[in-house]
């Protein structure tokens, strides 16, 4: 390594407080390092947000994962025990063009009482700056300078880790042109996510739908999760195509056609929601990605994780941030602490 301290005197940055910037995290600072994580967000979790309201909370962005990797599985467990993931058992369908069963049966997680609270948990003995939205990263004599929206620049680290969104990364990843040119090859879809509240239960077995053939894409009783409170609270996911062609729709209409869409696929008669509102998101899924795991330049301090370099989705995301920070431990001659260690 050109960085000159050994590893344990150095300063690491990481920026993103999605899953995968804390699993990197959580790596590195179980090792003893010094370890600053900046999100421009008000706190961690990223496409793993909860959005609270006077109805109850929703899910907004991922709604379940999944654990077939070993070590996921293993962290999924200790969160478990731990009281802040559960087993979502809802029933599933596919529902449109061939209407059946759960298309992709199998163990489903979620976070208790939301998904966030998983990254509250594993975030919590991390140091990390929010509402920090770091615009630049500049290399001065060896050392990296963060640079804030609005503020000075911050102070120097030796390493830094880019754990945002693929095409967010990209200019962030300017440092290391040949990073920035891979990142630049990942797309990721957008999706707008309608979330609804009703004063009665709406009169589908369902719990979460795959649809078919419609301008949606998922549909979950968020309330059917386990340690939700009371309450019937849907989350409805656009499909990326619709999304995509509907980017810039006013708000009202894009709940208006994501929830006559959802009652159409269900056959349902439509029932006008207590509440609706919706979120816009403009980099949700990588519909393309990079199968390396994770970049980094154990010479320059570089590296960059998250869902777009491996399984485009929450496990995936930690399985890249986590490796990420045993190869930059690796590499700095420690050796990682034990996966159990390192799940928070
Ligand atoms: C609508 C939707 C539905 C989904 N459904 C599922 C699902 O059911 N199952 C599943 O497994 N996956 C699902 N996913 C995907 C899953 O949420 C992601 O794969 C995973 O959360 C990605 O984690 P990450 O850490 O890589 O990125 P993120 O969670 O995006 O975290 C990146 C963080 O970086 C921060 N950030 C970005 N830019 C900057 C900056 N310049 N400065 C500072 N901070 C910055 C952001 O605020 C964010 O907190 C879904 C995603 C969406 C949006």
Same mark, same amino acid.
């Given at each position: 390594m050109s960085t000159r301290k050994p590893l344990s005197d150095q300063r690491i940055a990481i920026v993103g407080a999605g899953l995968a910037g804390v699993a990197c995290g959580r790596v590195l600072a179980g090792a003893g390092l010094h370890v600053t994580v900046f999100d421009k967000?008000? %706190? &961690?979790?990223?496409?793993?947000s909860t959005r609270r309201t006077d109805l109850g909370p929703f899910d907004? %962005? &991922?709604?379940y994962f999944t654990a077939r990797d070993p070590d996921f599985r293993a962290a999924v467990l200790a969160w478990q025990s731990e009281g802040v993931v559960a087993a979502w058992t809802g029933r599933i369908e596919r529902v449109g063009a061939s209407p059946g069963p759960d298309p992709s049966p199998g163990e489903r997680f979620v976070g208790v009482p939301g998904m966030s609270a998983l990254l509250r948990h594993a975030a919590r003995d991390l140091q990390i700056c929010y509402e920090t939205h770091i615009t630049g990263i500049e290399r001065i004599s060896g050392a990296y300078r963060l640079h804030e929206a609005g503020g000075p620049p911050l102070r120097a680290f030796d390493q830094v880790v880019v754990a945002v969104p693929a095409p967010q990364a990209v200019p962030l990843l300017a440092v290391v042109p040949a990073f920035a040119e891979r990142v630049a090859t990942v797309r990721l879809a957008p999706c707008f996510t309608l979330m609804v509240a009703f004063d009665a239960p709406l009169?589908?077995?369902?719990?979460g739908i795959f649809f078919e053939?419609?301008?949606?894409a998922f549909a979950a009783?968020?309330?059917?999760?386990?340690g939700r409170p009371a309450g019937e609270r849907w989350v409805i996911h656009g499909h990326w195509d619709w999304s995509a062609a509907h980017l810039d729709d006013p708000p009202e209409a894009v709940a208006t056609a994501l929830l006559s869409a959802f009652f159409g696929a269900l056959g349902l008669t439509p029932v006008v929601p207590i509440a609706a509102s919706t979120h816009r998101?403009?980099?949700?899924?990588?519909v393309t990605h990079l199968d390396v795991g994770f970049v980094y330049e154990a010479g320059l301090g570089v590296g960059a994780c998250g869902d777009g370099f491996g399984a485009p989705r929450v496990e995936g995301a930690w399985v890249s941030g986590t490796a990420l920070g045993r190869a930059m431990l690796a590499a700095g001659g420690m050796v990682s602490p034990a996966a159990a260690a390192t799940t928070g």
């Open positions: 967000a008000r %706190g &961690a979790g990223g496409r793993m907004h %962005g &991922a709604q009169p589908t077995p369902l719990d053939g419609t301008s949606l009783r968020d309330s059917s999760k386990p998101w403009r980099h949700a899924l990588p």
